[in-house]
């Protein structure tokens, strides 16, 4: 049984994800929980540069399947 071919615009876009993408050159896992701990303790001696690095806040489950396809 032959297949039809899939037109490219159709494969143009993501349809589904979870959870923020982790910032560059974080660290990879172990930095990217480093990060997140850091990101979750106000008193921690690295909170607020952690916070200017990142350009603000960070939603660690932020998701915008609109804009990440836009991009």
């Known amino acids: 049984m032959a297949r039809r071919p899939v037109p490219p615009d159709a494969l143009d876009g993501l349809v589904a994800g979870e959870n923020a993408c982790p910032p560059e050159d974080v660290g990879g896992p172990q930095g990217y929980a480093h990060f997140l701990d850091i990101l979750g303790d106000r008193q921690?001696?690295?909170?607020?540069?952690?916070v200017r690095w990142i350009g603000g806040a960070f939603d660690p489950k932020g998701f915008d399947l609109n804009r990440i396809n836009r991009d």
């Not at 921690?44 to 952690?50: F, G, K, S, Y």
């Open 44 to 50: 921690h001696e690295q909170h607020d540069d952690m």
